[in-house]
Protein backbone atom coordinates (compact mmCIF):
# COMPACT_ATOMS: atom_id res chain seq x y z
CA UNK A 1 0.00 0.00 0.00
CA UNK A 2 1.23 3.44 -1.17
CA UNK A 3 2.40 5.99 2.26
CA UNK A 4 0.59 8.99 2.97
CA UNK A 5 2.36 11.89 2.64
CA UNK A 6 0.40 14.88 3.74
CA UNK A 7 1.56 18.75 3.58
CA UNK A 8 -0.14 21.32 4.79
CA UNK A 9 1.24 24.95 6.30
CA UNK A 10 -0.62 23.89 9.89
CA UNK A 11 0.16 21.01 11.77
CA UNK A 12 -1.71 19.87 14.84
CA UNK A 13 0.28 20.77 17.78
CA UNK A 14 -0.06 18.06 20.34
CA UNK A 15 1.42 20.83 23.09
CA UNK A 16 -1.01 23.37 21.77
CA UNK A 17 -4.66 23.98 21.41
CA UNK A 18 -5.92 23.64 17.48
CA UNK A 19 -7.37 26.29 16.08
CA UNK A 20 -9.10 26.32 12.87
CA UNK A 21 -10.45 22.71 11.42
CA UNK A 22 -8.02 22.09 9.16
CA UNK A 23 -5.13 20.98 11.34
CA UNK A 24 -7.96 18.95 13.38
CA UNK A 25 -9.36 17.11 10.55
CA UNK A 26 -6.00 16.21 9.00
CA UNK A 27 -4.60 14.68 12.46
CA UNK A 28 -7.50 12.84 12.61
CA UNK A 29 -7.29 11.71 8.90
CA UNK A 30 -3.80 10.50 9.42
CA UNK A 31 -3.86 8.47 12.72
CA UNK A 32 -6.03 6.34 11.04
CA UNK A 33 -3.57 6.15 8.15
CA UNK A 34 -0.08 6.69 9.09
CA UNK A 35 2.42 8.23 7.20
CA UNK A 36 4.29 11.89 6.73
CA UNK A 37 2.94 14.95 7.75
CA UNK A 38 5.11 17.78 6.24
CA UNK A 39 4.41 21.61 6.75
CA UNK A 40 5.67 24.49 9.25
CA UNK A 41 6.69 24.05 12.53
CA UNK A 42 4.73 27.04 13.47
CA UNK A 43 8.52 28.83 14.49
CA UNK A 44 10.08 31.68 13.13
CA UNK A 45 14.00 31.67 13.33
CA UNK A 46 16.35 33.87 11.87
CA UNK A 47 19.11 31.27 12.20
CA UNK A 48 19.03 30.40 8.35
CA UNK A 49 18.12 32.49 5.46
CA UNK A 50 15.39 33.41 3.47
CA UNK A 51 14.22 29.88 1.83
CA UNK A 52 16.20 28.20 3.76
CA UNK A 53 14.85 26.90 7.22
CA UNK A 54 15.77 23.48 9.12
CA UNK A 55 14.12 20.14 8.75
CA UNK A 56 12.84 18.77 12.14
CA UNK A 57 11.75 15.38 12.10
CA UNK A 58 9.70 13.18 15.13
CA UNK A 59 7.72 10.68 15.76
CA UNK A 60 4.05 11.16 17.11
CA UNK A 61 2.58 7.44 17.26
CA UNK A 62 1.98 6.27 13.16
CA UNK A 63 2.92 9.44 12.21
CA UNK A 64 6.08 11.17 11.23
CA UNK A 65 6.02 15.01 11.91
CA UNK A 66 8.66 17.05 8.87
CA UNK A 67 8.35 20.43 9.55
CA UNK A 68 10.39 23.41 8.39
CA UNK A 69 11.08 26.59 10.44
CA UNK A 70 10.63 29.74 8.70
CA UNK A 71 12.96 32.95 8.74
CA UNK A 72 11.21 36.61 9.28
CA UNK A 73 11.51 37.71 6.01
CA UNK A 74 9.65 34.25 4.57
CA UNK A 75 6.90 34.86 7.51
CA UNK A 76 6.11 38.16 6.35
CA UNK A 77 6.00 37.53 3.29
CA UNK A 78 4.65 34.37 2.56
CA UNK A 79 2.45 33.43 5.62
CA UNK A 80 1.26 36.87 6.54
CA UNK A 81 1.81 38.57 3.35
CA UNK A 82 0.49 36.71 0.41
CA UNK A 83 -1.61 33.69 1.91
CA UNK A 84 -3.23 36.24 4.58
CA UNK A 85 -3.37 39.62 3.18
CA UNK A 86 -3.47 38.53 -0.39
CA UNK A 87 -5.20 35.08 -0.83
CA UNK A 88 -7.29 34.96 1.76
CA UNK A 89 -9.06 37.89 1.68
CA UNK A 90 -9.73 37.44 -2.21
CA UNK A 91 -11.20 33.94 -1.76
CA UNK A 92 -13.61 35.08 0.59
CA UNK A 93 -14.92 37.79 -1.85
CA UNK A 94 -12.84 40.98 0.55
CA UNK A 95 -10.97 42.41 -2.24
CA UNK A 96 -11.31 45.94 -0.56
CA UNK A 97 -9.48 43.81 2.12
CA UNK A 98 -6.63 42.65 0.05
CA UNK A 99 -2.74 44.32 -0.29
CA UNK A 100 -0.61 43.26 -3.13
CA UNK A 101 3.05 43.99 -3.09
CA UNK A 102 5.40 42.43 -5.20
CA UNK A 103 7.71 41.42 -2.12
CA UNK A 104 4.58 38.92 -1.14
CA UNK A 105 4.64 37.00 -4.29
CA UNK A 106 8.17 36.48 -4.51
CA UNK A 107 8.45 35.09 -0.68
CA UNK A 108 5.44 32.99 -1.28
CA UNK A 109 7.18 31.55 -4.38
CA UNK A 110 10.26 31.22 -2.49
CA UNK A 111 8.61 29.23 0.44
CA UNK A 112 6.89 26.94 -1.96
CA UNK A 113 10.53 26.26 -3.55
CA UNK A 114 11.91 25.71 -0.18
CA UNK A 115 8.80 23.20 0.59
CA UNK A 116 9.58 21.47 -2.50
CA UNK A 117 13.26 21.31 -1.85
CA UNK A 118 12.93 20.20 1.44
CA UNK A 119 10.28 17.63 0.96
CA UNK A 120 11.65 16.28 -2.25
CA UNK A 121 14.27 14.13 -0.33
CA UNK A 122 12.01 12.54 2.00
CA UNK A 123 9.61 10.83 -0.45
CA UNK A 124 9.71 7.15 -1.29
CA UNK A 125 8.38 6.62 -5.06
CA UNK A 126 5.07 4.94 -4.56
CA UNK A 127 3.81 7.91 -1.88
CA UNK A 128 0.87 9.51 -2.44
CA UNK A 129 1.06 13.10 -2.00
CA UNK A 130 -2.15 15.46 -0.55
CA UNK A 131 -1.17 18.84 -0.35
CA UNK A 132 -4.03 21.32 1.38
CA UNK A 133 -4.53 24.75 1.45
CA UNK A 134 -3.79 28.28 -0.12
CA UNK A 135 -0.50 28.43 1.27
CA UNK A 136 0.53 25.50 -0.75
CA UNK A 137 -1.19 25.86 -4.52
CA UNK A 138 2.16 26.00 -6.52
CA UNK A 139 3.88 23.31 -4.62
CA UNK A 140 3.27 20.53 -6.77
CA UNK A 141 3.97 22.29 -9.69
CA UNK A 142 7.35 23.33 -7.68
CA UNK A 143 7.99 19.25 -6.94
CA UNK A 144 7.15 18.32 -10.82
CA UNK A 145 10.12 21.08 -12.02
CA UNK A 146 12.46 18.58 -9.44
CA UNK A 147 11.45 15.63 -10.86
CA UNK A 148 8.78 14.43 -8.73
CA UNK A 149 6.29 12.16 -10.92
CA UNK A 150 4.05 10.53 -7.73
CA UNK A 151 0.07 11.24 -7.56
CA UNK A 152 -0.32 14.44 -6.15
CA UNK A 153 -3.58 15.64 -4.91
CA UNK A 154 -4.71 18.98 -3.86
CA UNK A 155 -7.63 20.34 -1.28
CA UNK A 156 -8.36 23.51 -0.83
CA UNK A 157 -9.90 24.37 2.38
CA UNK A 158 -11.19 27.87 1.39
CA UNK A 159 -14.04 28.82 -0.82
CA UNK A 160 -13.07 29.77 -4.73
CA UNK A 161 -14.66 32.94 -5.75
CA UNK A 162 -16.33 33.55 -8.91
CA UNK A 163 -14.17 34.15 -11.86
CA UNK A 164 -14.14 37.96 -12.10
CA UNK A 165 -12.98 38.67 -8.53
CA UNK A 166 -10.39 35.71 -9.24
CA UNK A 167 -8.92 37.36 -12.27
CA UNK A 168 -8.32 40.29 -9.89
CA UNK A 169 -5.60 38.89 -8.48
CA UNK A 170 -2.86 40.28 -10.06
CA UNK A 171 -0.55 37.05 -10.94
CA UNK A 172 -3.92 35.05 -11.32
CA UNK A 173 -3.04 33.48 -14.47
CA UNK A 174 0.22 32.18 -13.08
CA UNK A 175 -1.02 30.69 -9.82
CA UNK A 176 -4.33 29.19 -11.45
CA UNK A 177 -1.98 27.78 -13.98
CA UNK A 178 -0.19 26.12 -11.38
CA UNK A 179 -3.31 24.18 -10.26
CA UNK A 180 -2.38 21.90 -13.32
CA UNK A 181 0.46 19.94 -12.06
CA UNK A 182 -1.85 18.21 -9.11
CA UNK A 183 -3.74 15.12 -10.71
CA UNK A 184 -6.81 16.05 -8.73
CA UNK A 185 -8.10 19.12 -6.70
CA UNK A 186 -10.74 19.04 -4.56
CA UNK A 187 -13.33 21.87 -3.22
CA UNK A 188 -15.24 22.09 -0.49
CA UNK A 189 -18.75 23.04 -2.47
CA UNK A 190 -20.76 22.24 -5.06
CA UNK A 191 -20.39 26.56 -5.76
CA UNK A 192 -16.40 26.38 -5.54
CA UNK A 193 -16.93 23.86 -8.21
CA UNK A 194 -19.26 25.54 -10.65
CA UNK A 195 -17.10 28.76 -9.85
CA UNK A 196 -13.59 27.31 -10.73
CA UNK A 197 -14.71 25.24 -13.56
CA UNK A 198 -16.73 29.28 -15.51
CA UNK A 199 -12.51 30.57 -14.46
CA UNK A 200 -11.22 27.49 -16.29
CA UNK A 201 -13.63 27.82 -19.19
CA UNK A 202 -13.28 31.70 -19.49
CA UNK A 203 -9.73 32.92 -18.14
CA UNK A 204 -7.57 29.49 -19.20
CA UNK A 205 -9.49 29.00 -22.65
CA UNK A 206 -9.86 25.42 -21.20
CA UNK A 207 -11.54 22.59 -23.04
CA UNK A 208 -14.56 20.64 -20.91
CA UNK A 209 -13.92 17.08 -21.23
CA UNK A 210 -16.90 15.72 -19.03
CA UNK A 211 -16.73 13.90 -15.54
CA UNK A 212 -14.92 17.13 -14.12
CA UNK A 213 -12.11 16.83 -16.64
CA UNK A 214 -10.54 20.06 -18.16
CA UNK A 215 -7.50 20.62 -20.29
CA UNK A 216 -5.76 23.52 -21.08
CA UNK A 217 -1.99 24.10 -21.70
CA UNK A 218 -1.55 20.58 -23.18
CA UNK A 219 -2.20 18.67 -19.06
CA UNK A 220 -5.90 17.80 -17.97
CA UNK A 221 -6.97 18.43 -14.78
CA UNK A 222 -10.15 16.66 -12.54
CA UNK A 223 -12.25 18.94 -9.79
CA UNK A 224 -14.27 17.58 -7.94
CA UNK A 225 -16.42 18.91 -4.53
CA UNK A 226 -15.74 16.92 -1.36
CA UNK A 227 -16.86 18.29 1.45
CA UNK A 228 -14.96 18.28 4.90
CA UNK A 229 -16.25 16.19 7.50
CA UNK A 230 -15.57 15.46 11.32
CA UNK A 231 -14.63 12.75 13.26
CA UNK A 232 -18.23 11.78 14.96
CA UNK A 233 -17.34 8.97 16.95
CA UNK A 234 -14.13 10.96 18.04
CA UNK A 235 -16.05 14.26 19.18
CA UNK A 236 -18.86 11.93 20.93
CA UNK A 237 -16.30 10.87 22.87
CA UNK A 238 -15.12 14.18 23.83
CA UNK A 239 -18.45 14.97 25.02
CA UNK A 240 -18.42 12.08 27.43
CA UNK A 241 -15.48 12.52 28.93
CA UNK A 242 -15.07 14.59 32.47
CA UNK A 243 -14.16 17.70 31.25
CA UNK A 244 -16.64 18.51 28.36
CA UNK A 245 -18.76 17.00 30.82
CA UNK A 246 -18.30 19.53 33.63
CA UNK A 247 -18.09 21.96 31.42
CA UNK A 248 -21.67 21.72 30.69
CA UNK A 249 -23.09 20.98 34.33
CA UNK A 250 -21.41 24.38 35.33
CA UNK A 251 -23.27 26.45 32.88
CA UNK A 252 -26.62 24.57 33.25
CA UNK A 253 -26.04 25.50 36.62
CA UNK A 254 -24.78 29.06 36.57
CA UNK A 255 -27.67 29.59 33.63
CA UNK A 256 -30.52 27.71 34.47
CA UNK A 257 -33.59 30.08 34.29
CA UNK A 258 -31.64 31.39 31.20
CA UNK A 259 -31.10 30.33 27.69
CA UNK A 260 -27.65 30.03 25.80
CA UNK A 261 -26.18 31.02 22.72
CA UNK A 262 -22.80 30.23 21.38
CA UNK A 263 -20.52 31.36 18.82
CA UNK A 264 -17.34 29.99 18.46
CA UNK A 265 -14.66 31.20 15.96
CA UNK A 266 -10.93 32.23 14.93
CA UNK A 267 -11.36 35.63 15.32
CA UNK A 268 -11.57 36.53 11.46
CA UNK A 269 -13.35 39.10 9.28
CA UNK A 270 -15.18 35.91 7.03
CA UNK A 271 -16.84 34.73 10.10
CA UNK A 272 -19.18 37.68 10.25
CA UNK A 273 -18.69 38.08 14.39
CA UNK A 274 -19.65 41.91 13.97
CA UNK A 275 -22.95 41.20 12.30
CA UNK A 276 -23.57 38.49 14.89
CA UNK A 277 -23.47 40.93 17.60
CA UNK A 278 -25.63 43.17 16.00
CA UNK A 279 -28.14 40.95 15.03
CA UNK A 280 -28.15 39.75 19.04
CA UNK A 281 -29.03 43.25 19.80
CA UNK A 282 -31.89 43.24 17.63
CA UNK A 283 -33.36 40.35 19.26
CA UNK A 284 -32.74 42.18 22.32
CA UNK A 285 -34.76 45.79 21.14
CA UNK A 286 -37.11 43.94 19.04
CA UNK A 287 -38.21 40.92 21.27
CA UNK A 288 -37.36 42.43 24.88
CA UNK A 289 -38.51 39.29 26.47
CA UNK A 290 -35.10 37.83 26.10
CA UNK A 291 -33.52 40.45 27.73
CA UNK A 292 -32.67 39.49 31.40
CA UNK A 293 -32.82 35.23 29.73
CA UNK A 294 -30.36 34.94 26.45
CA UNK A 295 -26.95 35.29 27.14
CA UNK A 296 -24.48 34.75 24.38
CA UNK A 297 -21.24 33.26 24.42
CA UNK A 298 -18.91 34.26 22.11
CA UNK A 299 -15.72 31.96 21.83
CA UNK A 300 -13.09 34.61 19.24
CA UNK A 301 -9.67 32.83 19.01
CA UNK A 302 -7.05 35.30 18.70
CA UNK A 303 -5.59 34.56 14.84
CA UNK A 304 -3.29 36.20 12.65
CA UNK A 305 -3.18 39.15 14.49
CA UNK A 306 -0.30 40.84 13.05
CA UNK A 307 -2.65 41.26 10.04
CA UNK A 308 -3.92 44.41 10.51
CA UNK A 309 -7.56 43.50 9.47
CA UNK A 310 -7.28 41.42 11.99
CA UNK A 311 -6.64 43.77 15.01
CA UNK A 312 -9.09 46.33 12.99
CA UNK A 313 -11.50 43.65 13.63
CA UNK A 314 -10.90 42.84 17.25
CA UNK A 315 -11.12 46.87 18.24
CA UNK A 316 -14.61 46.94 16.53
CA UNK A 317 -15.69 44.26 18.63
CA UNK A 318 -14.48 45.04 21.13
CA UNK A 319 -15.82 48.44 20.73
CA UNK A 320 -19.61 46.72 20.09
CA UNK A 321 -19.55 43.63 22.89
CA UNK A 322 -18.62 46.76 25.48
CA UNK A 323 -21.59 49.11 24.19
CA UNK A 324 -24.21 46.20 24.03
CA UNK A 325 -23.29 44.85 27.47
CA UNK A 326 -23.17 48.96 28.71
CA UNK A 327 -26.43 49.50 27.23
CA UNK A 328 -28.32 46.49 27.97
CA UNK A 329 -26.19 45.15 31.08
CA UNK A 330 -27.93 44.72 34.71
CA UNK A 331 -26.97 43.84 38.04
CA UNK A 332 -27.80 40.31 37.82
CA UNK A 333 -27.18 40.23 33.61
CA UNK A 334 -24.99 40.24 31.17
CA UNK A 335 -26.30 40.16 27.58
CA UNK A 336 -22.88 39.38 25.82
CA UNK A 337 -19.62 36.72 27.39
CA UNK A 338 -16.65 37.68 24.89
CA UNK A 339 -13.76 35.54 25.29
CA UNK A 340 -10.90 36.16 22.84
CA UNK A 341 -9.00 33.35 24.42
CA UNK A 342 -8.53 29.96 22.30
CA UNK A 343 -10.46 27.19 24.72
CA UNK A 344 -9.51 23.45 25.16
CA UNK A 345 -11.16 21.74 22.42
CA UNK A 346 -12.14 18.79 25.21
CA UNK A 347 -14.28 21.17 26.61
CA UNK A 348 -16.34 22.65 23.23
CA UNK A 349 -18.69 19.41 23.11
CA UNK A 350 -19.99 21.00 27.01
CA UNK A 351 -19.92 24.31 25.79
CA UNK A 352 -22.10 23.21 22.19
CA UNK A 353 -24.53 21.09 24.25
CA UNK A 354 -25.34 23.67 27.14
CA UNK A 355 -26.71 26.25 24.68
CA UNK A 356 -29.92 26.15 22.91
CA UNK A 357 -28.90 28.28 19.69
CA UNK A 358 -25.53 27.72 17.66
CA UNK A 359 -24.66 30.16 16.14
CA UNK A 360 -22.67 29.81 12.85
CA UNK A 361 -22.88 32.82 10.54
CA UNK A 362 -19.64 34.21 8.90
CA UNK A 363 -19.86 36.12 5.70
CA UNK A 364 -18.18 32.99 3.46
CA UNK A 365 -16.50 30.38 4.75
CA UNK A 366 -15.08 27.17 2.68
CA UNK A 367 -17.00 24.49 5.07
CA UNK A 368 -17.30 25.47 8.83
CA UNK A 369 -16.56 22.47 10.86
CA UNK A 370 -18.01 24.13 14.13
CA UNK A 371 -21.71 23.96 12.65
CA UNK A 372 -22.02 20.12 12.42
CA UNK A 373 -19.87 19.75 16.02
CA UNK A 374 -22.43 21.85 17.09
CA UNK A 375 -25.32 19.37 16.24
CA UNK A 376 -22.95 16.25 16.82
CA UNK A 377 -22.84 17.51 20.30
CA UNK A 378 -26.73 17.68 21.43
CA UNK A 379 -28.68 15.75 23.37
CA UNK A 380 -31.30 13.87 20.61
CA UNK A 381 -33.79 14.01 22.88
CA UNK A 382 -33.56 17.41 23.77
CA UNK A 383 -31.58 19.10 21.19
CA UNK A 384 -30.20 22.69 20.48
CA UNK A 385 -31.07 24.86 16.92
CA UNK A 386 -28.58 25.45 14.32
CA UNK A 387 -28.78 29.09 13.41
CA UNK A 388 -25.89 28.68 9.54
CA UNK A 389 -25.22 31.24 7.62
CA UNK A 390 -25.97 30.30 3.89
CA UNK A 391 -22.63 31.76 2.91
CA UNK A 392 -21.09 28.96 5.04
CA UNK A 393 -19.90 25.47 2.70
CA UNK A 394 -21.52 23.93 5.76
CA UNK A 395 -24.90 25.40 4.22
CA UNK A 396 -25.10 22.85 1.33
CA UNK A 397 -25.01 19.55 3.49
CA UNK A 398 -27.04 21.07 6.46
CA UNK A 399 -30.10 22.46 4.94
CA UNK A 400 -32.46 21.53 7.92
CA UNK A 401 -30.36 24.18 10.11
CA UNK A 402 -32.17 27.58 9.69
CA UNK A 403 -30.24 29.01 7.09
CA UNK A 404 -29.90 32.81 7.50
CA UNK A 405 -28.01 35.50 5.34
CA UNK A 406 -25.56 37.13 7.81
CA UNK A 407 -25.73 40.74 6.13
CA UNK A 408 -29.89 41.15 6.89
CA UNK A 409 -29.71 42.09 10.94
CA UNK A 410 -33.02 41.96 11.30
CA UNK A 411 -33.57 38.46 9.43
CA UNK A 412 -31.14 37.34 12.00
CA UNK A 413 -32.66 38.27 14.82
CA UNK A 414 -35.79 36.61 13.90
CA UNK A 415 -33.82 33.26 13.15
CA UNK A 416 -32.83 33.67 16.35
CA UNK A 417 -36.15 34.32 17.89
CA UNK A 418 -37.60 31.31 16.06
CA UNK A 419 -34.61 28.91 17.06
CA UNK A 420 -35.25 29.80 20.86
CA UNK A 421 -38.89 29.07 20.49
CA UNK A 422 -38.72 26.44 18.44
CA UNK A 423 -41.49 23.31 19.64
CA UNK A 424 -39.30 20.17 20.59
CA UNK A 425 -40.77 18.08 18.11
CA UNK A 426 -39.12 20.61 15.17
CA UNK A 427 -35.78 20.22 16.90
CA UNK A 428 -35.52 16.92 17.27
CA UNK A 429 -36.50 16.38 13.60
CA UNK A 430 -34.42 19.37 12.13
CA UNK A 431 -31.15 17.61 14.49
CA UNK A 432 -31.68 13.56 13.54
CA UNK A 433 -31.73 14.70 9.39
CA UNK A 434 -28.32 16.29 10.36
CA UNK A 435 -26.85 13.81 12.53
CA UNK A 436 -27.78 11.20 9.69
CA UNK A 437 -25.72 13.51 6.97
CA UNK A 438 -23.25 14.48 9.37
CA UNK A 439 -23.09 10.88 10.07
CA UNK A 440 -22.68 9.79 6.56
CA UNK A 441 -20.31 12.37 5.88
CA UNK A 442 -17.45 12.18 8.29
CA UNK A 443 -13.74 12.87 8.01
CA UNK A 444 -13.24 9.39 7.47
CA UNK A 445 -15.60 9.59 4.27
CA UNK A 446 -13.74 12.44 3.11
CA UNK A 447 -9.98 11.26 3.56
CA UNK A 448 -11.32 7.43 1.52
CA UNK A 449 -13.29 9.42 -0.90
CA UNK A 450 -10.32 12.19 -2.26
CA UNK A 451 -7.76 9.36 -2.05
CA UNK A 452 -9.83 6.85 -4.01
CA UNK A 453 -10.50 9.56 -6.28
CA UNK A 454 -7.00 10.29 -6.55
CA UNK A 455 -6.12 6.97 -7.11
CA UNK A 456 -8.33 6.73 -10.27
CA UNK A 457 -6.68 5.88 -13.41
CA UNK A 458 -4.24 8.25 -14.86
CA UNK A 459 -5.80 10.85 -17.07
CA UNK A 460 -6.13 10.10 -20.88
CA UNK A 461 -4.15 13.37 -21.48
CA UNK A 462 -0.52 11.96 -20.24
CA UNK A 463 0.49 15.04 -18.10
CA UNK A 464 3.68 16.53 -19.16
CA UNK A 465 5.98 18.77 -16.58
CA UNK A 466 4.55 22.51 -16.85
CA UNK A 467 7.44 24.35 -17.94
O1 LIG B 1 -9.13 26.31 7.38
C1 LIG B 1 -8.58 27.45 6.87
C2 LIG B 1 -7.30 27.82 7.60
O2 LIG B 1 -6.75 28.91 6.97
C3 LIG B 1 -6.25 26.75 7.63
O3 LIG B 1 -5.51 26.62 6.46
C4 LIG B 1 -5.48 27.23 8.79
O4 LIG B 1 -4.59 26.34 9.31
C5 LIG B 1 -6.57 27.64 9.78
O5 LIG B 1 -7.54 28.21 8.95
C6 LIG B 1 -6.10 28.54 10.90
O6 LIG B 1 -5.38 29.65 10.44
P1 LIG B 1 -3.82 29.86 10.71
O7 LIG B 1 -3.09 28.60 10.31
O8 LIG B 1 -3.44 31.05 9.89
O9 LIG B 1 -3.70 30.10 12.18
Not at 203 to 218: C, K, P, S, V
Not at 285 to 305: C, F, G, Q, V, W
Not at 342 to 353: E, I, S, T, W
Amino acid sequence: MSRLVVVSNRLADPRKPAAGGLAVALGESLARTGGLWFGWSGTVDDAAGPGEGQVHMRKAGSVTLATVDLNQEDFATYYQGYANSVLWPVFHYRLDLADFHSAYVDGYRRVNRMFAQKLLPLLRDDDTIWIHDYHLIPLASELRALGCRQRIGFFLHIPVPPPLILAALPHHPWLMRSLLAYDLVGLQSQADVSHLRRYLLSEMQAEELGDGRFAAHGRELRLQAFPIGIDVQEFERLGAAPEAVQTRTALHQEYSRRQLLLGIDRLDYSKGIPQRVRAFQQLLEKYPENRHSATLIMIASPSRDDVNAYADLRQELEGLCGAINGDYGDLDWMPLRYIHRVVARRRVPGLCRASRVGLVTPLRDGMNLVAKEYVVAQDPEDPGVLVLSRFAGAAEQLQEALLVNPYDTEGMADAIQTALRMPLHERQQRHARLMERIREHDVHWWRRSFLEALAAPAPAILNPPLE
